[in-house]
C-alpha cells in the first residue's frame, strides 16, 4: 500500500472513485501532451466536479505535503500542465457556463468549459468572446486564463488577461477566493485576479472567470495579400489601421515556407493568387456595424497599398467559405509543418516597428548557423508576434536536428533579447522556457516573482517547478 | 537638529538642496488636498529629478526606517498622496515624454508628466491616448497609473490599467525594476507591473511607463438626451453599442439636479434643451475612419430610440463648440455642485444592468434617512460607475451634515456590497476608504493583499496605512 492510500481514499470518497484515476491506460490521455517533449508522471489523475471539491482535493494535499498541477484541455505548448510526479488535477468536470448578460456584456464561466463552447453561448445571446487560437475546439478557458492566451484578435481585443472581470481561485492551502465580479470598474484594493492570469497554476488554480463580451460583427471582409518583405507589411498594417481604425481585427504576416507547406500537406486547401511570393498577409476587418460596407473600405485600402507598392497582388474573399479557405492557411500552418520533420520552435515577440529587422538578424544568423535550415516565420505582425519556427533541412535526421533547440534558442532568444522583445510572446514559460527566463530575466524582475510566489504558495505545493524555481523545484 | 537632519543632508547632497522643501510654505502645496478632507504633514517635501534620483531617495529612507508617501499631481481624491509624518516624494520633476512611435502606436513617458501634455504628445503623432478625466489639466500619469483612473472613455478604451504595457518602477528597498518593455504580447513570466498598476504606491513607485496609444478620431457625434429613467438609459445604451459598436466611447447619466446645478452656477453654460427632465444622458461616438457618417448614425439611432420611448428629447451638436457646450454639463458638475454646500460622495459600481435597481434603492434608503436631501448621482452609466452624490439639504450646516458621511456610507455600500458591487469604483481606497475596505471585503481578499504587501514592503516604508492597513500603520 502506497503512502498516498490515505490520501487517495479520503479524495475518492469525497469525489467519487469514478473520478479518480491510477490505471495508467486511464492516466494516459492526461500525461501526453500536444508537442510530444514531455512524458508526464502522476500517482494519480484527479478529476473534482465543483469547485468545493477542488477546494477540498488542494487542502488534502497540502496538508500531506504532496504537490498538485492543475490541467484544463491539455493543449499547452510550453508544458505547463505537465506533472511529474505531482497529483494531476484536471479541471474538464467544471464545464458549466453559469450566467450570460447581454446588457452587462459578461459571461460567468466554469474553468473546464472548452473555449468553442464559450464562443457559442455568447453568440446565442449575439455577442463575441474573441479569444481566437487554434487549438479552440479542445483547450479550455481556465487554461487559457491561466496562460493569457493571445491568439489572432489580439491586434483589437487584446490578450486573455484583458477580457476577465473576474475570478474564482482555489489558492495553494485550499481556500477559495471568490473575485467573481462582473464589474467594468473595480479599484477596491489590489486588482488580485492578475495574480492569477498567466502564472500558469502556480499561485492558485483558477476554478471560474467572469469573461468580457463584445458586440458581435455584423460583417467582415477578409483578404489574401502578397506583400515584397515586412517592411511593407508593416506600411499597410498602418495604413489599414489608420483607414479602418477598430475594424481591423486580424493582420497576419506569412513567409513563403509556411504557404507553400500547408498547400502541399493540407487537402483541400487552395492556391489563392496566380503567382508565388515570398511573404504574404491574412487581414481582415470586422465589425458590429452595417453603416458602412467593409469589402468597400478594404478594396479602397489595398488600391492604395498596391498603388504605393506596399501589395503586390490581393485577393477578398466573396463568400463565407472562401474566407475560411484563406483562414486555413494560416491556422493549417502548425499542423502541416509537422509533414516536413522536426521543428524547433520560438514563440517570440518585439516591438511591432522592429519586426522587419528581427526577422532580418534572426534568418540571417539561423542560416548561418544552418544553411540548408528551412524556416517557417508567421504570425501575429500587428502584436509584434512572431512564431519564428525552424524546419529541419531536408534529409537530416529528426534527432539530430531537434538536438540543435538549444542552439537556435540562444540565437533567437538572444537577438529577441537585444532588441527589447520576450522569449515567450503567449504560449507561456511552463518548464520549456524556465531555464530560459532564468538565463534573461533581469535579476530584480527574477527576484519580484519569487518574493510572490514564495507569498501565496510557501509550500510551494502549486506546480512546483514550472515558470520560476524558487526551491528545489 | 532633527533626527532626520543626516538623512536630508544627504538627500539634499544628492538631488540639489534646491529641491528639499522644509520650509511650510514651500510644502503646503503639497500638502492640502483638494477635498479638504485631509491635511497633510511631512518632515520635508523632496523633488527628485529622475529615477535614480527617485531611487537614491527611496533607498536612503529605507536604510534609515523613514517611511515615504509618492506624490503626482496631488490631485487624488482618497487620500493616498497625503502624507502624515512620512517624506513626501514629489515625482513632478520627471515630465519627460521619452518617446513616442506611430507604428508601434507607444509612447514612453516619465511618471510626472502632466496628463493632458501626454495627450498632446500623442495628438503630435496623430494617435490618441484616451484616458480622460476632470483633473487632465494638473493631474500627472504617474498618479493615474497608481490609482488606475478611469474617466469618461472606458467604455471604449478601458481603465488606465489596461492602457499599459510596461512600467519603471522604484521598489521599497530602492531597487529599480525596469519593465518598460513595449511589447504588445509578453508572457514570460509574471506579469509584474500589474502588482503596481493601481495599488497607489503601497508596493513601488512608479517612475516611468509605456502607454498604449490608438488611432486618432477622425469624426466624432455628440448628443445630449433627455431620458425618462435610468432603465431606458440603459436600453438606448444597448441600442447604440449594437448600432455603432465600437464607435460608443462615452455614456454617461446624469440626474436633472446636477444639470440645473451646473446652468445655474457655471458661467457660459447654455440650457441643452427645451424642457425640464428628470434624467439626462451625454453620448458621444467617435472613430478614426471617415468611411460612415457618425452624424447620419447618431440620429439615425436617435429617432428609433424616441420612437421606442427611451428617449424624450435630443440636441445633436452640430459644431466642436456646440459639443463643447456639451460636454461642460457633465464634466462641470463636481464644480459647480461646491456651490451648493457640503457633498457627501460616494464612488461606486455595479452590474451595468443594476444601475437602475441599485439607483432605485440607494435613494430611497438616503431620502428616507434625511428627507430634504439633494441627491446628485451621475456618472458612467456604461461602465455601471454611478457617482453617488449627496448634496447637503438647504439652510443645514455644512459641517452638521458632513458629519452625517460614514451614515451615508453605511446606507449605500450596503446596497452596493449586497448588489456584487464595487465600494471603490475609479477613486480608488487611500485612506478615506481603508476602513471601509477592511469592513466590506472578503477576508480572504484581505488576507491575500496583506501577503502581496508583506511580501514586496515588508518593512512597510511605502504608502503606509493606505489601501490596507497591514501592521500599525
Chains 1, 2 share one sequence.
Not at 511529474?84 to 456584456?105: C, K, Y
Not at 517557417?376 to 534527432?399: R, T, W, Y
Not at 530560459?436 to 510566489?453: G, T, W
Request: net charge negative; aromatic share 6%.
Amino acid at each position: 500500500m502506497s503512502a498516498l492510500s490515505p490520501l487517495l481514499a479520503a479524495i475518492a470518497q469525497r469525489i467519487g472513485a469514478a473520478h479518480v484515476f491510477t490505471d495508467p491506460a486511464d492516466m494516459a490521455p492526461y500525461l501526453h501532451e500536444e508537442r510530444g517533449l514531455y512524458r508526464g508522471e502522476a500517482p494519480a489523475v484527479l478529476r473534482p466536479g465543483s469547485t468545493e471539491e477542488v477546494a477540498f482535493i488542494v487542502a488534502a494535499c497540502a496538508q500531506a505535503g504532496v504537490a498538485v498541477v492543475p490541467q484544463g484541455g491539455n493543449t499547452g505548448l510550453v508544458g505547463g500542465q505537465m506533472p511529474f510526479g505531482q497529483m494531476l488535477l484536471s479541471l474538464s468536470r467544471l464545464d458549466r457556463i453559469r450566467a450570460v448578460d447581454a446588457v452587462d456584456m459578461t459571461m460567468t464561466v466554469e474553468a473546464g468549459c472548452i473555449l468553442d463552447k464559450v464562443h457559442a453561448a455568447a453568440e446565442e445571446a449575439n455577442c463575441l468572446f474573441p479569444l481566437h487560437i487554434a487549438s479552440q475546439g479542445s483547450c479550455r478557458i481556465g487554461g487559457n486564463l491561466s496562460s493569457n492566451a493571445g491568439g489572432t484578435a489580439v491586434l483589437r481585443y487584446g490578450n486573455a488577461r484583458e477580457l476577465v472581470l473576474g475570478l474564482e481561485v482555489v489558492l495553494a492551502d485550499g481556500r477559495v477566493w471568490n473575485g467573481l465580479k462582473r464589474l467594468r470598474k473595480n479599484n477596491a484594493g489590489y486588482d488580485l485576479k492578475q495574480l492569477f492570469l498567466g502564472s500558469e497554476g502556480t499561485l492558485g488554480i483558477i476554478t471560474a472567470a467572469v469573461l468580457k463580451l463584445f458586440p458581435r460583427p455584423a460583417q467582415r471582409a477578409t483578404a489574401f495579400l502578397a506583400v515584397p518583405d515586412p517592411a511593407a507589411a508593416l506600411a499597410l498594417l498602418k495604413r489599414l489601421r489608420g483607414e479602418a481604425g477598430d475594424a481591423l481585427t486580424t493582420f497576419e504576416l506569412m513567409a513563403a515556407f509556411g504557404v507553400e507547406t500547408v498547400l502541399k500537406h493540407m487537402p483541400g486547401t487552395v492556391r489563392p493568387l496566380g503567382d508565388t511570393y515570398d511573404w504574404y498577409v491574412l487581414a481582415e476587418l470586422s465589425s458590429p456595424t452595417r453603416a458602412f460596407d467593409l469589402g468597400a473600405l478594404m478594396e479602397e485600402g489595398l488600391a492604395a497599398a498596391m498603388e504605393a507598392g506596399e501589395v503586390l497582388d490581393a485577393v477578398i474573399a466573396t463568400s463565407e467559405a472562401q474566407a475560411a479557405n484563406l483562414w486555413r492557411l494560416r491556422e493549417d500552418m502548425s499542423e502541416a509543418q509537422k509533414h516536413e520533420g522536426g521543428s524547433i520552435k520560438h514563440d517570440v515577440s518585439v516591438p511591432v516597428s522592429r519586426v522587419p529587422e528581427f526577422l532580418d538578424r534572426a534568418l540571417s544568423a539561423c542560416m548561418a548557423a544552418l544553411p540548408a535550415l528551412r524556416p517557417c516565420p508567421f504570425g501575429h505582425v500587428g502584436d509584434g508576434n512572431i512564431h519564428f519556427n525552424l524546419s529541419q533541412p531536408v534529409g537530416m535526421e529528426k534527432a539530430a536536428f531537434l538536438a540543435l533547440w538549444e542552439r537556435f534558442n540562444r540565437i533567437v532568444h538572444d537577438i529577441v533579447t537585444e532588441m527589447d522583445g520576450s522569449i515567450a510572446a503567449e504560449h507561456g514559460i511552463g518548464l520549456l522556457k524556465r531555464d530560459e527566463l532564468a538565463h534573461y530575466a533581469d535579476p530584480v524582475a527574477l527576484d519580484l516573482m519569487r518574493s510572490v510566489k514564495l507569498a501565496l504558495d510557501p509550500a510551494e505545493t502549486l506546480n512546483p517547478g514550472k515558470v520560476i524555481g524558487v526551491g528545489v523545484g
